[in-house]
């Protein structure tokens, strides 16, 4: 009898839970589509580019280029600098016109100076000429007195005969002694490297004027600056 009483599920009535939905409810609810899931990833991504793209247009000019403003400010600019070279342009203008004036104002100051100068200048001239005429005097004098003063005729001088001619050197000793050479002596050639015409030969820088001075008492155009000379001076006579 008891066996017979046991509840089975077909002996219970019918209820709002015996009929459940077709799919999970509740914390077991199924996954959600992938476009869900994904759309907030993408709404961030699209905000993030924006974003970056914002900043690089600012950074780079490129914004003022697309919404019109650059051109606007570039505008203001060149009018503002037109209006600034006009202005320029324009006290340039003044500042010519000034200097013209004033430099022609000068002109004339320098012209009526030049004028009142132009007679003491002539005056000066003439009293500069006249100083330089002494002293271009003065200093002819000096030259001539120094010229005789280089040449020595106290030098010792050797006449040598190489001609042949007996006398030659002799000859032309006297000469040079009338002349107011007082050391003056006749010689033979003691070697045979003689030159080739006649010649007067001085062994010092100091000697050059007396040599010369000698050369043309004796008519002789050679003269010539040697070493190993036994006197300062030696006439070769050849001819």
Not at 42 to 61: C, H, M, N, P
Not at 129 to 152: E, G, L, Y
Not at 191 to 203: D, F, I, R
Request: glycine share 8%.
């Amino acid at each position: 009898m008891a066996k017979q009483d046991k509840a089975t599920y077909e002996s219970y009535a019918s209820d709002e839970f015996d009929n459940p939905p077709a799919g999970p409810v509740g914390v077991h609810r199924g996954q959600r589509p992938l476009g869900v899931r994904v759309a907030p990833y993408l709404v961030v991504l699209i905000v993030a580019i924006l974003a970056g793209a914002l900043t690089w247009s600012l950074v780079t000019g490129e914004f003022t280029k697309i919404t019109g403003l650059g051109g606007t400010t570039t505008a203001q600019t060149d009018t503002t600098k037109k209006d600034s070279s006009s202005t320029s342009t324009d006290s340039s203008s003044s500042d010519q016109n000034s200097g013209d004036s004033t430099d022609s104002s000068n002109g004339s100051d320098s012209t009526d100076s030049s004028t009142d100068g132009k007679d003491s200048s002539d005056t000066t001239d003439s009293t500069d000429s006249s100083k330089t005429d002494s002293q271009n005097d003065s200093q002819s004098s000096d030259q001539n007195a120094d010229q005789s003063a280089q040449v020595n005729k106290a030098t010792s001088v050797r006449v040598v005969n190489a001609s042949g001619i007996n006398g030659y050197a002799g000859e032309k000793k006297s000469t040079l002694e009338a002349s107011g050479y007082t050391a003056v002596e006749a010689a033979n050639p003691t070697t045979n490297n003689l030159p080739s015409a006649n010649v007067v030969w001085y062994q010092n820088e100091t000697d050059k004027a007396t040599a010369q001075d000698i050369a043309s008492t004796l008519g002789i155009t050679a003269v010539e600056q040697t070493s190993g000379l036994d006197v300062p001076i030696v006439v070769v006579l050849l001819n």
